[in-house]
């Protein structure tokens, strides 16, 4: 697994985190960057804001980490 990963996800169990918006989503614009640095940076700081509204109560690493690998979480 990838050590910054490992960091992000670490941290999520240890480390508080910023609970208003802007905060949260630049902590998951920094995780899905180190994730896939190739994405649209509009596309992901709008996955972000989504994100805010449905998970902002979790840490912004593991939302990020987790919609990585699975996509959104809200699709139903």
């Known amino acids: 697994m990838n050590d910054s990963i ?6 999520t169990c240890l480390v508080p985190f910023a609970r ?3 905060a949260w989503v630049d ?3 920094s ?3 180190r ?3 190739t994405l649209d940076p509009a596309s992901v700081v709008g996955a972000a ?3 805010w509204v449905a998970h ?3 840490h912004p690493a593991a ?3 987790l919609e990585h690998e699975l996509g959104p979480l809200d699709a139903g």
């Open 6 to 11: 490992e960091t992000d996800l670490l941290a």
């Open 20 to 22: 208003d918006e802007a």
């Open 27 to 29: 902590c998951y614009v």
């Open 31 to 33: 995780a899905r960057a």
């Open 35 to 37: 994730l896939a640095p």
């Open 49 to 51: 804001r989504v994100a």
């Open 56 to 58: 902002g109560w979790a």
């Open 63 to 65: 939302v990020a980490h």
